[in-house]
């Protein structure tokens, strides 16, 4: 865990780190990347679980949504990736230890876990189950999940702020 | 009665009081409806532009799309709008002095009315020329960036 510790603080003390969190500019547009990426992926990804779960655009093969979206999905999720990945860097000594990132970083693992375990084993064979009327029981389950999942990590991520030890 | 005495009986309303008087807390889950809704909202519009592009869901039919995706923009705006007169109710005050919360209110109509007259009426009837609608709808998406943008610096100025 100090090893941990110490790999955020020289990350915070790095010029990168400390050019970010003091410029005035650089945050904030960093933080709107992380805002855009978000809409794109996490929303597209908020449709997808919607149609898993029979609740939009029911008449639509699973398929079409999932192969079309595909790309705009993993962009949108990369930009959010990088973009919080330089947010981390120059919080990094004081986000660590902080009880709503650590749930956020906890909750991302598991939606990434649920991505691609419903990918490997559903995402793929789409093609054969996509189009029937009720879509297998362990599928709508996935998508309740990924909602679930991606739901706390929006929530736990705005709790940040607010359960910071020296208030950003 | 001024402006100003109009912002201030706001804030000391019951709702007001309540939200500037409870914990922090609660500011942060009225916060995270407010970007949820945000969320929902952009996913929308993005969705719609991209198909009106040729990206997306092209093998699906404008209509369906924004048939299908019109109550979720709604309900979107009915989280944001909601928790955003909220926040706004807590200190009024303080937000209509906010140069970034004055833009971002200017914006949010424009917007609103774009989409109210474009995305509801138009669209769905595609009287208008396609090269209009796509200016249009590319115009929507980048307003409603900018509209979280400014709401984003509301906290930094």
Redesign the interface.
């Known amino acids: 865990m100090s090893l941990l510790l110490d790999f955020a603080q020289v990350l915070y003390d790095s010029p990168i780190g400390t050019d970010i969190r003091e410029s ?1 500019f650089l945050y ?1 547009l960093i ?2 990347a992380h ?2 990426g ?3 992926s ?3 990804i ?2 997808t679980d ?1 149609r898993l779960l029979g609740l ?2 029911k ?2 093969p699973v398929a ?2 999932l192969h ?2 595909r790309y ?1 999905v993993i962009g949108g999720f990369i930009s959010t990736f990088v973009s919080g990945g330089f947010l981390f860097w120059a919080e990094a000594a004081t986000i660590i230890e902080n009880p709503a990132f650590i749930v956020k970083i906890l909750f991302v693992v598991l939606g990434c876990a649920n991505a691609l375990w419903f990918e490997f084993k559903w995402g793929r064979s789409v093609t054969q189950w996509g189009e029937q009327k009720a879509l297998p029981t362990a599928v709508k389950y996935a998508g309740l999940a990924s909602l679930t999942l991606w ?1 706390i990590v ?2 736990s991520s ?2 940040i702020p ?1 359960l910071s030890q020296n208030q950003i | 009665m001024t402006t100003f005495d109009v912002l201030q009986w706001l804030q000391d309303s019951t709702i007001g009081l309540f939200v500037r008087k409870s914990d ?2 609660v ?2 889950a009225i ?2 409806f407010h ?2 809704g ?3 909202l ?3 519009v ?2 719609v532009t ?1 198909r009106l592009f040729g ?6 039919s404008l209509r ?2 924004t048939q ?2 019109t109550p ?1 923009f709604w309900l979107g705006y009915g989280f944001t709008v909601s928790s955003g007169i909220l926040m706004f109710v807590g200190n009024a005050v303080i937000y209509a002095a906010n140069p970034a919360f004055q833009y971002k209110m200017a914006l949010f109509l424009v917007a609103s009315l774009i989409q109210l007259l474009l995305f509801t009426k138009v669209l769905s009837t595609e009287i208008l020329p396609h090269g209009f609608i796509k200016s249009a709808a590319f115009l929507s998406f980048t307003l409603w ?1 900018v509209v ?2 400014a709401g ?2 509301i906290g ?1 100025i």
């Open positions: 005035q904030p933080e709107a805002l855009l978000l809409a794109v996490s929303g597209l908020v449709l919607l939009f655009m008449d639509v079409d949504i079309q979206l705009w739901t929006i929530i705005r709790f607010y | 922090h807390l500011g942060a916060q995270v970007i949820i945000l969320i929902l952009l996913t929308v993005l969705l991209l990206q997306g869901l092209r093998r699906q369906d799309i299908a995706t979720i960036v979280g943008l984003r610096a930094f």
